[in-house]
């Protein structure tokens, strides 16, 4: 069982490059989303999903994409990186988000992207 | 937006000793989770709370999310090396059982 995946790990751009975080679940959990962390700021959420065909915004959803066409994926896309998007991006998946279930999340081991 | 202000942001102690972090709103949340951070890693849940006045207990590190479910505190008794890591809090609520609001974090040095 292998989780949240995230790829690639790392990654280093130039300011208007397009780039694509990878994000994979193998445990058929209808909740996705998107954080970026950085220092002084915790974790803010960047856009998510409750299920395929579904997505909607979250806190920071500026110069990013997302899509979900299967359960099991859920793809961030940078169309024009800026120096500002330098951070570190997780991925995370819950099974439960509906009837007042506390919404648990599982976390990817994260993607640390540098845009110069 | 509901806002989750934790404390101490930093926090330095021996091995062995006590110690309490804190997470505070002035909104209700209908439930609250800390996750331990490592190092190059994701968080990692510890604990959820969801009932006003719950108490938590996992091994050494003890839970409680307020009467009024607006905080939450976490305690460590006899701190180990092995505890150091970015300590979350993460509350769900204003309206929605799904969106987590993040606190900044409290980062836990234990000094051997």
């Known amino acids: 069982n292998a989780g949240v995946t995230q790829t690639p790990k790392f990654q280093v751009l130039k300011t208007g490059q397009s780039m694509t975080l990878q994000c994979a679940q193998d445990?058929?959990?209808?909740?996705m989303s998107w954080y970026r962390q950085d220092p002084g700021m915790g974790l803010r959420l960047i856009h998510y999903s409750v299920g395929a065909g579904i997505t909607d915004q979250g806190e920071v959803p500026n110069g990013y994409n997302v899509s979900r066409s299967t359960t099991e994926d859920f793809p961030l896309r940078l169309l024009s990186a800026a120096p500002s998007q330098t951070s570190v991006y997780f991925c995370?998946?819950?099974?439960?988000?509906?009837?007042?279930?506390?919404?648990?999340?599982?976390f990817g081991a994260g993607s640390r992207l540098t845009v110069l | 937006t509901q806002l989750l202000e934790q404390s101490p942001q930093f926090l330095s102690i021996q091995e062995g000793e006590n110690l309490t972090v804190y997470c505070n709103s002035s909104?209700?949340?209908?439930?609250l989770q800390w996750y331990r951070q490592e190092p190059g890693e994701g968080p990692v849940l510890l604990v959820t709370v969801v009932t006003g006045g719950e108490v938590k207990k996992l091994k050494r590190l003890t839970f409680q999310f307020g009467d009024a479910r607006k905080d939450s505190s976490l305690h460590i008794t006899a701190a180990q090396p092995g505890d150091t890591g970015l300590y979350l809090c993460?509350?769900?609520?204003?309206?929605?059982?799904?969106?987590?609001?993040f606190g900044k974090g409290t980062l836990l040095t234990v000094n051997p």
């Open positions: 909104s209700v949340f209908s439930s």
């Open positions: 993460a509350g769900v609520g204003g309206g929605s059982n799904y969106k987590l609001t």
């Open positions: 445990m058929n959990h209808e909740y």
């Open positions: 995370a998946s819950s099974y439960s988000f509906q009837g007042g279930g506390a919404n648990v999340l599982t």
